[in-house]
């Protein structure tokens, strides 16, 4: 693990880490806030698997002719590159859960007038909500689809468009919802006299 494959194993770690680095940092500008737990824990766990991994490239005790050390090493690697996946659906996954929250607060307690502000563009926060739904279903399937999905999809796609949904759900469209939700309950209010 620690001769030829050196830059490869390292190049993939970085790149990755690099991709989820970039969208949490994205998250904390946009939103003003930290993403979920969740995405932290991840992290944490990639970074155990890199320091049990560089401790088998730079201990010299440990030759690349130790099977066992090679078995580990190697394991150590697919932790922090799954870890790191993890991460990156889990800040997919949390953004989702968020709007699916806003989504049902805004139909459960201001029907009408989430109605009314939203107009077209609700049906086209379900329809949105279910497609990732289902590409975070698939994306739990065989390694190199799901490679795949997250790549095309999950990383790129997704991810902007759940963050700007996020963005604009708490900047615009809930304050602007429960302001009209007042008005109306003002006027009702204001009618029964």
């Known amino acids: 693990m620690c001769t030829g494959m050196d830059r490869e194993v390292v190049s993939k770690i970085i790149s990755l880490h690099g991709k989820v680095a970039r969208r949490f940092k994205e998250y904390e500008h946009k939103t003003s806030e930290h993403p979920p737990i969740e995405v932290v824990n991840e992290l944490r766990y990639a970074l155990r698997a890199v320091i049990v991994l560089l401790g088998h490239c730079t201990d010299p005790i440990i030759n690349d002719a130790d099977v066992d050390s090679e078995i580990e090493a190697g394991d150590a690697f697919e932790r922090a590159m799954h870890a790191l996946y993890c991460a990156y659906h889990d800040l997919v996954d949390?953004?989702?859960?968020?709007?699916?929250?806003?989504?049902?607060?805004?139909?459960?307690?201001?029907?009408?007038?989430?109605?009314?502000?939203?107009?077209?563009?609700?049906?086209?926060?379900?329809?949105?909500?279910?497609?990732?739904?289902?590409?975070?279903?698939?994306?739990?399937?065989?390694?190199?689809?799901?490679?795949?999905?997250?790549?095309?999809?999950?990383?790129?796609?997704?991810?902007?468009?759940?963050l700007n949904y996020k963005v604009e759900m708490v900047r615009d469209i809930?304050?602007?919802?429960?302001?009209?939700?007042?008005?109306?309950?003002?006027?009702?209010?204001?009618?029964?006299y």
């Open 174 to 192: 809930l304050p602007e919802v429960i302001t009209l939700h007042n008005s109306l309950q003002r006027d009702l209010y204001e009618g029964d």
């Open 94 to 162: 949390g953004l989702h859960i968020e709007l699916v929250g806003y989504m049902e607060k805004l139909t459960r307690e201001y029907t009408n007038a989430s109605i009314s502000v939203l107009g077209e563009k609700r049906p086209e926060i379900i329809d949105f909500i279910e497609e990732v739904e289902h590409a975070m279903v698939e994306s739990r399937g065989h390694g190199l689809k799901r490679t795949k999905i997250y790549d095309d999809k999950i990383y790129n796609e997704y991810f902007e468009k759940l």
